[in-house]
C-alpha cells in the first residue's frame, strides 16, 4: 500500500500530442515481420493460474486450475491481485500510475524517452460473480508477460510501452460496465461513476471502496493531459472471443475490426390477473401469452436482418401461480448488429409486430417501452488492425486469422474513441465465457500473447516512420 | 371455545344410508314450484359485509366495503368468524358438529325427524391472501340467510338440511386445494392433510392450527358413516362464476353441469449460458426463446380444440441478465375441457410440438416434463342439477339462466363423489375473483340465494318423493 500511495503520488506524464489523432500509413498486404522475441507460454500460464487462487471460486472439476472466479472489482481478493500486479510491473522498472477510478497504468520507457504518450496493453483483473479464468484477466497476464519478454531480452521498444488495469469493466459489483475506462474517455462523469453502489450493499461506493485499497489515485481520470489525465499512443487488447467464430471457423487469431452496435431495450406488458380455469380465452388479456410471441417475433425479425436479438430478463410476479394469469410483466430485448442502421430496422419491426400482437389474443394487452442503453457501432483504428493482421500473418499463417467484430463492450471500446485501439481475439471452448468453466487452452494464451507483443512491436515501428515521415 | 368444545364431543349422526346412491326421478322441463318463501337481501349483504371485517385487506375504494379479503385458513380472523358462525347456527336451533379437518356441519332438524344423512348447503369462509369478498363467503353467507329464512317463517323441510363450512378449500396458506372435502371424500390421506405446511412457516400444520383455535374435532372427516364419519344426503354451493360467461351472456344464474377436467404440468427447458452479443443465433441453445414458442403453440393447439392451455409460472434464475442467454427455466402448463380425453389429446399435440420447438433453434434445448395434478372432468348429479333448473326458470324466466360447466374446482367437485352434489352460479363483476376488487351486486347475491333455498326446498320434495315411491 506504502508502494501504492508513492506511485499515486507521483507525477503525471503532462505532455500533450497530436500523435494520435493522425492516421498512420495503413498496410493492405500483411508482410512477415516478426520481433525474433519469444513469450515464455509456461510462464504465462503459471502466472495466470497462480494468481486466479485470489477470487478462485465455483470448483467444477479435479484439476486444480478447473474452478471459476469471483473476484469482483476492489473486493478484497481484487486488490491483493492488484497489489502483486504493482510489484511485478515496478520490480520491471516500470513507472505505475493511479487515477481517479483507481485504473493502473504501469509504464516501460522507451529507447527514444520521448515524452509521447506511450503504446498501451489494457484489459481488466475483475471478473463476474460466476466468470472463468480468461476474461480480461487474460489481456493483462499477456501484456505482463510481454513487458517480461521484452526486459529479459534487453529488447526496448522506440516509444514507452505499458500495461492498464481497468477498474470495474464488468460492472458486475457497481452496476455500469466499462466504467473507468468510460470515465477515462470523457464518456461517463467521475462523480457519477464513484456514486455506483455495491448491488449487495447500498452503504458501500465505488469511490468508499478505492479509498478503502488505498487506490484513490491523484491523476485526474481522464485522456486529456491538459486536465492532468494520462493520455495514450494507442490501445492494444487481447481478449477471449468469447464466441464460437474462432474456434467454428478454425482460427487461433481474430483480428477485431470493431464493436457492433447493441441497444438494450425494456418492456412492460400489462393485462388482467384472470383464473385459467374460469376465463375462456376471448375473454383474457394475458401478458404472458402476448410477450412470448413478441420473443418468437423479435428472433424471426433479427434473423431476417442477420441481426442479434435476445431476450435475457423475463419477470413476472412473484405471487404468480400455475391457474392464474399474470397481470403484468416484464422482459428485456437486446439487439445488436455491426450497423446502426440495421439495429435502428430491427427495433421498429419489433415494435410494429408488437403492437400488432398486444391486439392479437383474447382481449389485448397494452405495453409500454423504453431504451436503456445504446451503443453505436464502432471501427477500430485501420493501423491497429492492419498491425494486428500482419502479425497475425506472420504467426500463423493465412488460413489461420480472420477479421472479426466484437460482439461484447470492451475497455476498447471507449479508448477507441480517444486513441488508436484494435483488440486481439483468442478462441475459448465451446465460445463459453462469463461462466466457471471459461477456458482458453495453453497454445491459445500463447499465440494471442506472442501476437499482442509482435502488434506492439509492429506498431512501435510504425511509430517511428511516421516520425520520421514527420521529420522530413 | 366452549361452544365449540361441546360441539365437537356432541354424538356424530351414526346411520347408514343408500339413499344417495339412488336415482331420483328426473325432471327434463323445468316447472315453477316455488316455496313461497323469501330470504331478506338486506339481511344477506349486510351479514356478509360486516363479517367480512374479520380479514379485510387491500382497499381498493372509499366505499366501506371496497377492500378484498386476507382471510387465511386457519388465522385469526378465521377463528374469529367461525366462532361467529357457530353461535349463529346454534341461535338458530342447529347442531353443530365438527370433524377432523375442522369442517363445520350445523344441522337444522327436518319435519320427518328422519336420521338420513341431510341436505347440505356449503362453501367456505376462507380466502386467498389476494382475495375478494363473495369466492366461498357467499356460499356460507346464503345458506346461512337460507336457515334463518326458513326458521323466522316457520318453514321446516322433510328431511333434515344444514351448512357447511369445509376447512382450507383454498389451499393459499396449507398448499393443498379443497384439502378437506377430499379428505371427506376418501380422496386425500388424513395424516397427509394434517400435515400440510404453512407456506411462510413451515414449524405451523394445518392440525396445529387446528388444535390452536379449537376446531379438531373428534368426529371423523369421512363420507362414510360406518368409519364414524359425517354422510350427506345432497351438497348444494352457491358460488359466484369466477369467469364472464354469464355476464356477457346477460343471465343471472348458471346451473353448472359439472366441472371440467384440468390438468397441471411443469417444464424444465434445459440449453446453455450464453453472452447475448458474442454467440450467434446459430450456436445458441436459448431456453427462454424456446419456452416462448412452446407457450404460443400450446395456445394455438388449445384454440383449435375449443380447449385452455394457460402458462401461469415462468422462472428463470434470479442472477438473470439482460445480455446473457439463460441456462435454464421452468414455466406451468394448465390445461382444461369438460371432456377428459380433448385434455389427453391437447397434451399430446403440445408435447409433439414442444420436441420439434426444442430442436428448431440454433443447437437446440432440451426439455423435462410432469403432470403435476390430474383432475378428471365431473358430471353433476341430474336431479340436483335438474331442481336447480327447475327453480332457475321460476325465479328468472327461461332466458336468464344457463347450463355451464365449472372451470374452477370447488368443494363440490369432492362431494360429487360421494352425495349427489351440485353448484348454482351467479355472475361477478367482469369475471374476476381471486382479487381484491373481486364483486357481486346485491341483486345477484339474492337471486342466488333464492335459488338457493328453491333448490334445497325442491330437492327435498324430490326425496319425499322417492321415499314415498320406495313406500309402494
Given at each position: 500500500m506504502a508502494l501504492l500511495a508513492k506511485a499515486a503520488k507521483s507525477t503525471t506524464p503532462n505532455v500533450t500530442s497530436n500523435f494520435t489523432a493522425r492516421r498512420l500509413a495503413s498496410t493492405s498486404t500483411p508482410q512477415t515481420q516478426l520481433s525474433g522475441l519469444k513469450i515464455n507460454s509456461k510462464r504465462l500460464w503459471k502466472t495466470l493460474h497462480e494468481t486466479c487462487e485470489w477470487g478462485a471460486a465455483h470448483r467444477y472439476g479435479d484439476n486444480p486450475t478447473d474452478t471459476g472466479m469471483a473476484?469482483?472489482?476492489?473486493t478484497d481478493a481484487d486488490a491483493t491481485v492488484r497489489g502483486w500486479l504493482s510489484d511485478q510491473v515496478q520490480n520491471l522498472g516500470c513507472i505505475l500510475h493511479i487515477d481517479q477510478m483507481g485504473n493502473m497504468f504501469a509504464r516501460q520507457k522507451g529507447r527514444l524517452n520521448s515524452p509521447v504518450p506511450m503504446t498501451a496493453m489494457g484489459s481488466h483483473l475483475d471478473t463476474q460473480p460466476r466468470g472463468g479464468r480468461y476474461d480480461g484477466i487474460l489481456g493483462i497476464m499477456a501484456a505482463l508477460e510481454v513487458l517480461k519478454t521484452m526486459k529479459e531480452n534487453g529488447y526496448q521498444t522506440e516509444f514507452d510501452v505499458g500495461l492498464i488495469n481497468w477498474t470495474n469493466e464488468e460492472g458486475a459489483r457497481f452496476p455500469k460496465s466499462m466504467a473507468s475506462s468510460g470515465v477515462w474517455a470523457g464518456q461517463i462523469p467521475l462523480q457519477e461513476a464513484w456514486n455506483l453502489r455495491d448491488i449487495h450493499n447500498p452503504d458501500i461506493t465505488l469511490k468508499s471502496e478505492l479509498e478503502r485499497h488505498g487506490y484513490l489515485g491523484d491523476i485526474a481520470c481522464s485522456h486529456d493531459p491538459q486536465s492532468g489525465g494520462y493520455p495514450l499512443g494507442a490501445h492494444f487488447e487481447l481478449h477471449i472471443e468469447q464466441g464460437p467464430i474462432l474456434l467454428e471457423s478454425q482460427r487461433s487469431i481474430g483480428v477485431v475490426q470493431g464493436s457492433q452496435a447493441y441497444r438494450w431495450l425494456s418492456f412492460t406488458v400489462t393485462g388482467r390477473d384472470a383464473h385459467t380455469g374460469t376465463t375462456p380465452l376471448s375473454a383474457r388479456r394475458d401478458p404472458l401469452l402476448a410477450a412470448s410471441r413478441m420473443i418468437a417475433a423479435s428472433n424471426e425479425i433479427a434473423q431476417r436482418h442477420g441481426a442479434l436479438a435476445s431476450t435475457g430478463i423475463f419477470k413476472i410476479p412473484s405471487n404468480a401461480s400455475t391457474n392464474t394469469i399474470a397481470s403484468e410483466l416484464t422482459f428485456t430485448l437486446d439487439l445488436r448488429h455491426p450497423n446502426d442502421s440495421i439495429v435502428d430496422t430491427v427495433q421498429a419491426e419489433c415494435l410494429e409486430s408488437f403492437s400488432k400482437i398486444a391486439s392479437q389474443d383474447g382481449k389485448g394487452v397494452s405495453f409500454t417501452w423504453q431504451i436503456d442503453t445504446d451503443s453505436k457501432a464502432v471501427r477500430f483504428d485501420e493501423d491497429c488492425i492492419n498491425a494486428v493482421r500482419t502479425v497475425a500473418h506472420g504467426l500463423v499463417g493465412p488460413d489461420k486469422y480472420m477479421d472479426i467484430t466484437s460482439g461484447a463492450g470492451h475497455d476498447s471500446v471507449y479508448t477507441s474513441r480517444r486513441c488508436p485501439t484494435t483488440m486481439i481475439f483468442v478462441p475459448c471452448r465451446d465460445g463459453?465465457?462469463?461462466?466457471?468453466?471459461e477456458y482458453c487452452s495453453p497454445e491459445d494464451c500463447a499465440i494471442g500473447t506472442q501476437a499482442l507483443l509482435e502488434a506492439v512491436v509492429c506498431y512501435d515501428k510504425l511509430r517511428i516512420k511516421q516520425k520520421s515521415d514527420e521529420g522530413r
Open positions: 473476484r469482483l472489482t476492489l463459453v465465457s462469463h461462466h466457471p468453466e
